[in-house]
């Protein structure tokens, strides 16, 4: 239970940082369930050219090993014929524990709770802003960080990586709309897994303010005659806008006897 406990609050704090607004960046999303995350310098007819976040160094990856790119200005690119995360590539998985088979209908294969012990799988959690659900990518993107940062911190559980969690879940009919529907036991026995990370991030505008600041730009005219000559120039003005946000995030951990053993709801 100690180390359960600090998983959880690896969990939590975590979620806390990342409702924070962030840098817009490319995110390369590669077909093993790998996310790179940086600056997308050049896209080929077989290669892409990246350069991660804080370094000068280009790096070059296949595009059949790509499944999508996610750009800073928000437009998606997704890429045909994409290999299976079982075969080799040009990044090698790190951190990855593949879910054990599961309850999923038709595959007639149940995964006891001795092959779940100590697994852990983040699901798909929601992302408001002001009301209105964040694209998916936003939700993709929050569940493959929160993967790589909780597999540093996981001590003795293993967490699934999100690719896989999400296939079999989509294998079982089941999304962020009728995820309702079932226990929290249910989706534990059809993951394969012990224990569920289940998150939410709600931001809101709550205040906006602005500066302002007027340069003056005179001309001296030599030509002027005298002191009643009108000086001509011209004035600029900029305007600062800061918008405040207030942003809440609530983490619940749940497992396979459908016991919510972890319940945190913080403001950032």
Do not use: W
């Amino acid at each position: 239970m100690k180390h359960l406990l600090c998983f959880a609050l690896a969990v939590c704090s975590y979620f806390f940082v990342v409702g924070q607004p962030a840098e817009k960046i490319d995110v390369v999303f590669k077909a093993n369930g790998d996310q790179l995350k940086g600056s997308v310098v050049e896209v080929t007819d077989d290669n892409i050219r990246f350069k991660y976040t804080g370094e000068q160094v280009i790096y070059s990856f296949k595009k059949s090993d790509i499944q999508k790119i996610t750009f800073a200005s928000g437009r998606t690119e997704t890429y045909n014929n994409i290999p299976s995360a079982n075969n080799n590539s040009s990044t090698p998985v790190q951190n990855t524990v593949p879910a054990t088979p599961a309850s999923t209908p038709g595959s007639g294969v149940t995964a006891s709770a001795e092959d779940r012990r100590n697994k852990v799988a983040i699901l798909p959690f929601s992302f408001l802003k002001d009301g209105q659900n964040l694209p998916q990518e936003a939700s993709d993107e929050l569940q493959h960080e929160c993967f790589t940062r909780l597999s540093g911190h996981s001590g003795t559980f293993s967490v699934v990586n999100p690719r896989a969690t999400n296939v079999l879940l989509a294998k079982a009919g089941i999304d962020k709309s009728n995820m309702i529907k079932y226990s929290m036991a249910e989706i534990c026995k059809i993951l394969g897994v012990e224990y569920v990370v289940d998150g939410m991030v709600n931001q809101s505008n709550t205040s906006q303010s602005s500066t302002g600041n007027t340069s003056y730009d005179f001309k001296n005219d030599k030509n002027k005659k005298s002191n009643n000559d009108k000086i001509s120039g011209s004035s600029r003005t900029s305007t600062n806008v800061n918008q405040e946000y207030e942003t809440f995030t609530t983490i619940n951990i749940y497992n396979d006897k459908n016991e919510n053993i972890y319940s945190q709801r913080r403001k950032a």
